[in-house]
């Protein structure tokens, strides 16, 4: 009876890994193209221009891909090290896909704004007066050196505040999506370890 739950646990979490594994797949796809066509357009900090959007979406997909790998290896293989580690990655994902959502919504050209209270903000971080190329109204290179009135003036912070309060109901229901999908995920692992070692205690 325990080792016929455990195959059914078995194959279920093997599923969910495996279009866990896609979706770090499309994380990391559109963070490549994001990267190829884009380039650091959307770069979120001037003092570390490689901290973009598209970097950070193909960091964020590389470690889904990593975390569903190990879940399915570990699902397969009945691995209790391989299942403690992927409920534990899993924790932790959930917080950096929140941040990446927010960052994303915040700096996509769909927002068209500057700094988080004023695009002056910016002025105190290169000690002079321009801001990133990823505030321009048209985007080149090095624009960000031209006169303010090629700049956006939008605050970001109230712009995605206004944005959140417009789209709160497909905001709620993505987040409770993927916390929904987060939970099934750790809810597979921690029965799957548990009848492990109850498959273990049984055979022994």
Same mark, same amino acid.
């Given at each position: ?76 293989? /009945?691995?209790?090290?391989?299942? *403690?580690?992927?409920?534990? $990655?899993?924790?932790? &994902? %959930?917080? #950096?896909? +929140?941040? =990446? ?56 912070? /109230?712009?995605?505040?206004?944005? *959140?309060?417009?789209?709160? $109901?497909?905001?709620? &229901? %993505?987040? #409770?999506? +993927?916390? =929904? ?24």
């Amino acid at each position: 009876m325990a080792r016929g739950c455990l195959q059914g646990v078995k194959y279920l979490m093997f599923a969910f890994n495996l279009l866990f594994w896609l979706g770090g797949c499309g994380i990391l796809g559109v963070g490549i193209w994001l990267a190829a066509t884009q380039g650091n357009f959307a770069t979120l900090s001037s003092s570390f221009p490689s901290l973009s959007a598209a970097n950070l979406l193909i960091v964020a997909g590389t470690f889904v891909m990593a975390i569903g790998f190990v879940g399915c290896i570990g699902a397969i293989k /009945e691995n209790k090290c391989l299942l *403690l580690t992927f409920f534990v $990655l899993l924790l932790l &994902v %959930f917080l #950096l896909e +929140t941040s =990446l959502a927010i960052l994303f919504f915040a700096y996509t050209d769909k927002f068209r704004c500057c700094g988080v209270s004023s695009y002056t903000d910016w002025f105190e971080v290169y000690n002079a007066t321009r801001v990133p190329d990823s505030c321009c109204l048209e985007f080149s290179e090095s624009c960000g050196l031209h006169a303010p009135g090629t700049w956006w003036k939008a605050p970001c912070y /109230e712009t995605v505040k206004v944005w *959140l309060q417009e789209n709160l $109901l497909a905001v709620g &229901v %993505f987040g #409770l999506c +993927t916390a =929904l999908v987060q939970i099934l995920g750790l809810t597979f692992a921690m029965t799957m370890y548990c009848q492990v070692v109850k498959a273990d205690t049984y055979c022994a």
